[in-house]
């Protein structure tokens, strides 16, 4: 009996010695979770902070006027098959003119895609958000 408590003290010495080394080892953890939880949301904020209040406005119009058929943010696939993805617009049409032919009534030769006539603001807008999202 005696050399069974011996053995069991020794255990629990050892246990003791394993979870006194690791007292400060759950501060480290949660300090880690911590440090890392706001580096990921400082990153999503600085994306969204380092855009104008303009391109801001332009993209939300082109969620709200033509993400049912357009990608158009910087990644993803467009929904409607042959609209094109708006990060890739520059390869189709020529952004500096595309602002006119925003203010002018943007027609298509598919009867699929609606007339739109932005304001100029507006049209201003919008082309500096499609500028912001080009792949390069």
Do not use: W
Not at 103 to 127: K, S
């Amino acid at each position: 009996m005696l050399l069974r408590r011996s053995a069991r003290s020794r255990t629990s010495e050892r246990r003791g010695e394993l979870f006194s080394s690791l007292k400060g080892a759950p501060n480290v953890v949660v300090r880690l979770a911590i440090l890392l939880l706001l580096v990921a949301t400082s990153a999503a904020l600085a994306e969204d902070s380092s855009s104008s209040p303009l391109e801001q406005r332009g993209r939300a119009l082109a969620e709200s006027m033509c993400s049912q058929c357009h990608a158009v943010g910087r990644s993803g696939e467009s929904p409607h098959v042959g609209a094109p993805a708006f990060r890739a617009l520059d390869r189709r049409v020529d952004l500096d003119s595309f602002m006119e032919r925003l203010r002018e009534g943007l027609t298509v030769g598919h009867p699929d895609m609606p007339t739109f006539r932005f304001t100029r603001e507006d049209a201003r807008a919008f082309l500096l958000y499609l500028r912001s999202i080009q792949a390069p």
